[in-house]
């Protein structure tokens, strides 16, 4: 928790003008899929409180909580730059919500649960926090099924950032929600195209890990090549990461 503080705290405004993070027709998606009408939703490591902002104009409210006080103090400005009187920013551990069972309507999470130590132990509280009938939305970077190639995606990326936990599997993001009493409802899976210099500096990585970083992107081979699919050079590198999105209730 202390390493993703640390780690997000200095740079927590660049999260709000990311191009990933802002993507308006992926925001679009989360509505789409999810069909929230009024209500409480409650959206896990919010960030820069893009997914609260987007489901804010759709339900009576939105906690959006994060371990970063940096983050949750950009939400509360955008939110009222947004006349967004209906997003409540919160601190709260993932795994240890500090909330009643049942509380909320609907729970989203995206692009923060490769930071999460125990997933399964997030999903189990999610469940527990979500009424009875409710949804559960999860949206996040899916790891490689083959190991060897996940293990090197699992090395960039922390030498990028090293708060980084893991980019879990859709094999095993099935198997938490199942066995915590979900039905999967909606699955999808996106390969995002992604600037590798942008994403790099967004977290201020040294030009030791950076240089590393490139370096395994444009040399990958077999299972890591065709996950990452890395095109062009120099400023213009982009690579892969692919998206998964899944609705369960």
């Given at each position: ?248 209730r």
């Amino acid at each position: 928790m202390r390493t993703a503080q640390s780690q997000f705290g200095p740079v927590a405004s660049a999260y709000l003008t990311s191009g990933v993070h802002s993507n308006e027709a992926s925001l679009r998606r989360l509505v789409e899929v999810a069909k929230p009408s009024g209500g409480l939703v409650l959206d896990v490591g919010t960030g820069a409180g893009h997914a609260a902002f987007t489901f804010a104009r759709h339900v009576d409210r939105v906690v959006a909580s994060d371990i970063t006080p940096s983050m949750l103090e950009i939400v509360e400005a955008e939110a009222a730059a947004r006349s967004l009187g209906n997003v409540a920013p919160c601190y709260a551990d993932a795994e240890n919500l500090p909330f009643g069972t049942g509380s909320f309507d609907g729970l989203v999470c995206r692009l923060a649960a490769h930071h999460f130590e125990n997933p399964a132990r997030f999903v189990a509280e999610a469940r527990r926090v979500v009424r009875r009938g409710g949804w559960l939305l999860v949206v996040d970077n899916v790891g490689i099924e083959d190991p060897a190639a996940d293990d090197e995606l699992d090395r960039i990326e922390r030498l990028r950032d090293p708060s980084h936990v893991r980019n879990w599997t859709e094999t095993q993001w099935r198997g938490w929600l199942v066995e915590s009493g979900f039905e999967l409802a909606t699955i999808d899976r996106l390969p995002k195209p992604i600037n590798a210099v942008d994403w790099l500096e967004r977290m201020r990585a040294g030009a030791a890990a950076q240089a590393d970083v490139l370096r395994t992107i444009t040399g990958s081979e077999g299972w890591l090549r065709d996950y990452l699919r890395p095109h062009g050079e120099g400023a213009h590198l982009t690579f892969h990461l692919h998206e998964f999105l899944v609705l369960a209730r």
